[in-house]
């Protein structure tokens, strides 16, 4: 597979500028950041833009600070949503608990371009309810035979069982209560 490097600048989040004033508190932390590239993901961002439609330039989050300032640099820092091995597991649950559903999208896409294992893939789609994922997740498995192989292969490199994995993934093997596993 041919791997695409794309090089983005990024922006300065502490400092205002014309196009990024409108500032975020959370705890000690600081950021400016520009509603209108906020507004496409929805959740949190959609209030925020009620804020300045009523001359309020500032929120104060009660997220925790890593988190928001993770997503905010993700979001707004290279003027493009960007997502990668050492944020995705940040930016999953807080997009999820804000209901960003295009950020959410774009880890999703990320997640099936990246080298995890399959099992894997499909565990956080269940656990996040991402469905493409979780289709792409189920057709790379193959036929059931396989797909339990593969299963068995990768619990024991984790040196897991069947017990560790969420109940709602056992339908991507066929695993019905009456299944006997050894």
Same mark, same amino acid.
């Given at each position: 597979?041919?791997?695409?490097?794309?090089?983005?600048?990024?922006?300065?989040?502490?400092?205002?500028?014309?196009?990024?004033?409108?500032?975020?508190?959370?705890?000690?932390?600081?950021?400016?950041?520009?509603?209108?590239?906020?507004?496409?993901?929805?959740?949190?961002?959609?209030?925020?833009?009620?804020?300045?439609?009523?001359? @309020?330039?500032?929120?104060?989050? /009660?997220?925790?600070? =890593?988190?928001?300032?993770? &997503? #905010? !640099?993700?979001? *707004?820092? %290279?003027?493009?949503?960007?997502?990668?091995?050492?944020?995705?597991?940040?930016?999953?649950?807080?997009?999820?608990?804000?209901?960003?559903?295009?950020?959410?999208? @774009?880890?999703?896409?990320?997640? /099936?371009?990246?080298? =995890?294992?399959?099992?894997? &893939? #499909? !565990?956080?789609? *269940?656990? %996040?309810?991402?469905?493409?994922?979780?289709?792409?997740?189920?057709?790379?498995?193959?036929?059931?035979?396989?797909?339990?192989?593969?299963?068995?292969?990768?619990?024991?490199?984790?040196?897991?069982?069947?017990?560790?994995?969420?109940?709602?993934?056992?339908?991507?093997?066929?695993?019905?209560?009456?299944?006997?596993?050894?």
């Amino acid at each position: 597979m041919d791997e695409f490097v794309q090089v983005l600048s990024m922006h300065n989040l502490i400092e205002p500028n014309r196009s990024r004033s409108f500032r975020v508190l959370c705890a000690s932390k600081c950021w400016f950041v520009n509603v209108n590239r906020l507004i496409d993901h929805g959740g949190i961002f959609v209030e925020w833009k009620k804020l300045i439609e009523q001359n @309020v330039f500032q929120v104060v989050s /009660m997220e925790d600070p =890593f988190e928001m300032g993770c &997503l #905010l !640099e993700s979001l *707004v820092a %290279y003027d493009q949503p960007v997502v990668h091995r050492h944020n995705y597991s940040i930016l999953l649950p807080i997009a999820s608990r804000l209901r960003l559903h295009k950020l959410m999208r @774009v880890i999703e896409d990320w997640l /099936m371009q990246s080298h =995890f294992h399959i099992i894997r &893939l #499909l !565990e956080i789609s *269940v656990m %996040y309810r991402m469905s493409r994922l979780y289709d792409f997740g189920t057709k790379e498995l193959g036929p059931p035979m396989e797909a339990l192989r593969t299963l068995h292969v990768y619990l024991a490199e984790c040196n897991c069982t069947l017990n560790d994995l969420p109940p709602s993934l056992y339908a991507a093997f066929k695993i019905t209560p009456r299944t006997i596993t050894m």
